[in-house]
């Protein structure tokens, strides 16, 4: 029999800095109440100078480890799902692999705009019940203020930086994740986009002045596609799980505009208490919203052994996803004498060691002369 696939830990990250809608005012023609009224946003966390989208993965990370026990060695695959990575190539899954030191793990990113965490999620469910992995971690990052442009009031008053980390484990205890859905249409690709930096528009001073490294976006035709998928998806996942939508205990929509999310929760006939939302603290933080909704919605007692808890997302692709989750479903914790617990925190703590000191090695080795160079 296929294994089950089961959150064992989760963990979030969220920069200090806050900016207010108050602070947005003295930056761009907005007002907070508009903000709030079209959107639900009060304020947003902003990363600061030193961080980055691959720092971030690895606060949530290291949290999201610490609550499952688990030793960054025993990971099979880093899934970091992420619009905003640290660079265009390595992945920032594999600057998070070499700094937890998990070297026995797989490491790639996934795009699929503010849905990539649920495509992760699909991802690591698909490894586990198929019996490649034991452990997987699956991380939504974003710095999305570094892709904003400051002076474009459509879209700057919207996003927000953040992380939040999951991890899962295989069981053979029913429950976990039991389906997934996800779904694409590119024929909406130019609804949300950042159109330089990649091949077809390579960085120049002219991209540069235009702003084209930064986020453009049709926000109505969004908000129209949003209002009908993430009803669709959430019907589309309990049919593939064989289950009611009464069944359904608390839903964590992708956190972008509370018009959107009032507007599924109305269509799916769900009471309010039974939709989470965090976005007028955090913005949105797109592929970082769900995984950071699911910390606090578990952190605050939220949900408990047995809950149905439905993820869904949609985003630039067009993409959308959603999961239908057995939450709770207690995975052995093996007791572990203080030694094993000091060592195993000193191993979070100085993960990014070995990595450094291979980093080390390869510099000495292309420091020495090679044989062409004494030719
Ligand atoms: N402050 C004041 N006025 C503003 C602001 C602002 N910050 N932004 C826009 N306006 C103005 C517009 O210029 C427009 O003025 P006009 O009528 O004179 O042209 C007016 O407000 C209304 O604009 P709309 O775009 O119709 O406003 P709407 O009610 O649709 O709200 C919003 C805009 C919030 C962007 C909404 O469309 C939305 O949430 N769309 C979905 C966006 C989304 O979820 N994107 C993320 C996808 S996930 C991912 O992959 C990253």
Redesign the pocket.
């Known amino acids: 029999m296929s294994p089950y696939a089961h959150i064992a830990g989760w963990g979030m990250y969220a920069p200090a800095r806050v900016l207010s809608n108050q602070d ?1 005012e003295h930056m ?4 907070d109440e ?2 709030r009224s ?2 639900g946003i009060v304020e947003r966390r902003i990363a600061g100078e030193k961080e980055s989208t691959a720092t971030m993965a690895v606060e949530a990370a290291r949290r999201a480890l610490a609550r499952a026990h688990l030793s960054p060695r025993q990971l099979d695959a880093i899934i970091v799902a992420t ?1 905003s990575p640290d660079h265009l190539t390595p992945a920032t899954a594999c600057l998070v692999q070499a700094a937890l030191g998990a070297d026995k793990a797989a490491a790639f990113d996934v795009s699929a ?3 990539g965490f649920i495509y992760a999620l699909s991802l690591a469910q698909m490894g586990i019940t198929a019996g490649e992995w034991h452990s997987v971690l699956i991380i939504g990052a974003e710095t ?1 203020s570094r892709f904003v442009n400051w002076e474009d ?7 927000g930086d953040g992380a939040g980390a999951l991890v899962l484990t295989a069981s053979d205890q029913p429950g976990g994740v039991l389906a997934c859905v996800l779904g694409a249409d590119g024929s909406g690709a130019d609804l ?1 986009v950042i159109p330089a930096g990649g091949s077809r528009m390579p960085a120049s001073p002219a991209t540069l002045e235009q702003h084209a490294h930064t ?1 453009h ?1 049709d ?2 035709a ?2 129209r596609f ?1 209002t009908h998928i993430l009803p669709e998806a959430v019907e589309q996942v309990m049919r593939k799980a064989g289950l009611p939508l009464t069944a359904i205990d608390m839903v964590i929509p ?1 956190q ?2 509370m ?2 999310i009032e507007a599924a929760r109305k269509k799916l006939r769900l009471p309010e208490e039974a939709f989470f939302v965090n976005l007028y603290r955090y913005g ?1 933080t ?1 592929a970082a919203s769900i995984p950071i909704a699911l910390c606090e919605v578990a952190d605050h007692g939220l949900i408990n052994d047995g809950s149905l808890v439905v993820l869904v997302g ?4 067009l ?1 959308w996803g959603a999961a239908a989750v057995r939450w709770g479903v207690a995975l052995p914790q093996p007791a572990r004498p203080w030694w094993q617990r000091a060592l195993y925190i000193a191993r979070l703590a100085f993960g990014r060691l070995p990595a450094f000191l291979r980093r080390l090695l390869y510099r000495l080795w292309q420091a020495l002369p090679s044989r062409r160079d004494e030719e």
């Open positions: 947005l761009v023609d907005t007002t508009w903000i079209r959107t619009i705009g503010c849905s999305l009031r459509n879209t700057c008053v919207l996003f949300l986020i976006m926000g109505r969004v908000f949003a992708h972008a505009n018009r959107i949105n797109s949609f985003g630039a692709g993409t």
